[in-house]
C-alpha cells in the first residue's frame, strides 16, 4: 500500500515561506516521478513542481512559482519537501504531493495530474496580502 502523508502547511503573510513536506511509504519503484500540486478555490487542480527520483537533477516548475518554490527529495528518509518563499496571495491553495509509479514523464516535464498514480491528503497555504 503506497501511502503518502502531507504536512507543512499554514498561513502566512505576503513575502514569507513555509516548507511542506511529503512522506512516501510503499512505493518500491525506484524511477518514480514525484511532484506537488494545488488548488485553489473555485480552479482546477494545477502542477507546481516535480521531480524525478532517479536523477534528483530534473525538476520542473509552472510559470508562476518558478524562481521562488523549490522541489526536493531525500531519498533516505522517503520525504519530498516543497520550499515555497517570497509567497503572494495567489499561491493560496490546498497543495497536494502525488507520485506515480513510472518516471518516464518527469524526466522532460511538469505531468499533468492524470498522470499520478498515488496522493496525498493535502494541506492548505493561506497567504494574506
Known amino acids: 500500500l503506497v501511502q503518502l502523508v502531507t504536512s507543512g502547511g499554514g498561513s502566512v503573510q505576503g513575502g514569507g515561506s513555509l516548507r511542506l513536506s511529503c512522506t512516501i511509504s510503499?512505493?518500491?519503484?525506484?524511477?518514480?516521478?514525484m511532484g506537488w500540486f494545488r488548488q485553489a478555490e473555485g480552479k482546477g487542480r494545477e502542477g507546481v513542481a516535480s521531480?524525478?527520483?532517479?536523477?534528483?537533477?530534473?525538476?520542473y516548475y509552472a510559470g508562476p512559482v518558478q524562481g521562488r518554490f523549490t522541489i526536493s527529495l531525500d531519498s533516505a528518509k522517503k520525504t519530498l519537501y516543497l520550499q515555497m518563499n517570497s509567497l503572494k496571495p495567489e499561491d493560496t491553495a490546498m497543495y497536494y504531493c502525488a507520485a506515480s509509479e513510472g518516471g518516464a514523464y518527469c524526466r522532460s516535464a511538469l505531468p499533468p495530474d492524470v498522470y499520478m498514480d498515488h496522493w496525498g491528503q493535502g494541506t492548505l497555504v493561506t497567504v494574506s496580502a
Open positions: 510503499g512505493l518500491e519503484d525506484t524511477s518514480s516521478c
Open positions: 521531480i524525478f527520483s532517479h536523477f534528483e537533477g530534473n525538476t
